[in-house]
């Protein structure tokens, strides 16, 4: 045998010179979940680790997480359903929860990124991304609101700005709303290829934002589908997005290479609750490694070609020293 591939495997200084993906915190963005009140860290019962902090605390899990090495945050709100409407008019108040966050996170880490989350399922009473009416959601009315919430987080702050909600248009049309409105250097996150995921159950129970009636399948994508993921990325590549997402990661790794061969902006990718969740259930019940299922799972989504990955891990895999 003149090619052996297992020289290349024979020692640990081998093995790192020719090892080709790597991950460090530059490339990690940490979701964090926020709650009205104060002193408050409730844990996510789905989600071990993972806390609704209210502002105060907020700060103090910013400053540990930046000690270690983070610089992004994307921040996602609890709202109380008392405050939950038709129009999720919460979300543009002045003085609410999230701007508050925002402005404060800001103002005390003006190096941080801060990444928002534009949709109106954490303030909807209905508990979904768009305006419902006779159980359809309205697309092109639901840019209005959506354009409004991105303009409130421009204004408190927020660095890229990152709509989650699937209808279409609203890359193009929050773009407009912040050039119009002075904020041309606002970056947009597009979550491009959303699809209609069962992994997303951990984060309703942390926001109860779980939808009151019906599904997300007529806005969120098929499972089934990748070539719509194509239409998808054109129109936000064209529309001015700068970050195409994928999410989830785990099931659609195949989509973060395929949009990453095709575009040229970066690709973020969404290691979602329900893939944290899997992780440590699994890790609890003391049937798997977590050190090295965590760190295959972050590198797998790496070597597909995510350049950032949202993911819950991102602290513990620093604080344990594991990247
Ligand atoms: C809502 C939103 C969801 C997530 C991020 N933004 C849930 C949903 O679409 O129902 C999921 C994130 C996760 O599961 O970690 N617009």
Same mark, same amino acid.
């Given at each position: 045998?003149?090619?052996?591939?297992?020289?290349?495997?024979?020692?640990?200084?081998?093995?790192?010179?020719?090892?080709?993906?790597?991950?460090?915190?530059?490339?990690?963005?940490?979701?964090?979940?926020?709650?009205?009140?104060?002193?408050?860290?409730?844990?996510?019962?789905?989600?071990?680790?993972i806390y609704r902090y209210s502002i105060d605390n907020l700060l103090r899990e910013?400053?540990?997480?930046?000690?270690?090495?983070?610089?992004?945050?994307?921040?996602?709100?609890n709202i109380d359903e008392s405050l939950k409407d038709k129009y999720a008019t919460?979300?543009?108040?002045?003085?609410?929860?999230?701007?508050?966050?925002?402005?404060?996170?800001?103002?005390?880490?003006?190096?941080?990124?801060?990444?928002?989350?534009?949709?109106?399922?954490?303030?909807?009473?209905?508990?979904?991304?768009?305006?419902?009416?006779?159980?359809?959601? !309205?697309?092109?009315?639901?840019?209005? *609101?959506? /354009?409004?919430? @991105?303009?409130?987080? &421009?204004? +408190?702050?927020?660095?890229?700005?990152?709509?989650?909600?699937?209808?279409?248009?609203?890359?193009?049309?929050?773009?407009?709303?912040?050039?119009?409105?002075?904020?041309?250097?606002?970056?947009?996150?597009?979550?491009?290829?959303?699809?209609?995921?069962?992994?997303?159950?951990?984060?309703?129970?942390?926001?109860?934002?779980?939808?009151?009636?019906?599904?997300?399948?007529?806005?969120?994508?098929?499972?089934?589908?990748?070539?719509?993921?194509?239409?998808?990325?054109?129109?936000?590549?064209?529309?001015?997005?700068?970050?195409?997402?994928?999410?989830?990661?785990?099931?659609?790794?195949?989509?973060?290479?395929?949009?990453?061969?095709?575009?040229? !902006?970066?690709?973020?990718?969404?290691? *979602?609750? /329900?893939?944290? @969740?899997?992780?440590? &259930?699994? +890790?609890?019940?003391?049937?798997?490694?977590?050190?090295?299922?965590?760190?295959?799972?972050l590198t797998g989504i790496r070597r597909a070609g995510a350049t950032a990955i949202?993911?819950?891990?991102?602290?513990?895999?620093?604080?344990?020293?594991?990247?």
């Amino acid at each position: 045998m003149l090619i052996r591939p297992r020289r290349n495997r024979k020692s640990a200084a081998i093995r790192n010179m020719v090892q080709e993906t790597h991950i460090t915190a530059a490339n990690l963005i940490f979701p964090l979940f926020i709650i009205e009140g104060t002193n408050v860290k409730s844990e996510v019962a789905s989600m071990p680790g993972i806390y609704r902090y209210s502002i105060d605390n907020l700060l103090r899990e910013i400053e540990q997480c930046m000690e270690l090495g983070l610089q992004a945050f994307d921040l996602f709100p609890n709202i109380d359903e008392s405050l939950k409407d038709k129009y999720a008019t919460e979300s543009t108040r002045e003085g609410s929860l999230y701007l508050r966050a925002i402005a404060e996170v800001k103002s005390r880490f003006p190096e941080a990124c801060v990444v928002t989350d534009v949709a109106m399922d954490p303030y909807s009473s209905d508990g979904h991304d768009g305006i419902v009416e006779n159980g359809e959601i !309205l697309n092109d009315e639901t840019l209005e *609101v959506l /354009g409004r919430m @991105a303009l409130a987080h &421009a204004q +408190a702050g927020a660095d890229i700005i990152a709509p989650s909600d699937m209808m279409d248009g609203r890359i193009g049309h929050i773009r407009n709303v912040l050039d119009n409105n002075g904020f041309t250097s606002v970056s947009l996150m597009s979550y491009t290829a959303k699809y209609a995921s069962a992994f997303y159950g951990p984060f309703r129970d942390a926001l109860n934002s779980a939808p009151k009636h019906g599904d997300k399948k007529t806005y969120q994508m098929n499972p089934a589908n990748q070539r719509e993921a194509l239409i998808e990325a054109e129109l936000d590549m064209r529309e001015g997005a700068d970050f195409l997402m994928v999410k989830p990661a785990l099931a659609y790794l195949d989509i973060i290479k395929l949009l990453g061969d095709k575009f040229e !902006l970066p690709i973020a990718a969404y290691n *979602v609750s /329900g893939e944290y @969740a899997m992780i440590k &259930a699994s +890790a609890r019940n003391g049937w798997l490694d977590e050190q090295r299922a965590t760190m295959e799972v972050l590198t797998g989504i790496r070597r597909a070609g995510a350049t950032a990955i949202l993911t819950y891990h991102a602290k513990e895999v620093l604080e344990k020293k594991w990247l």
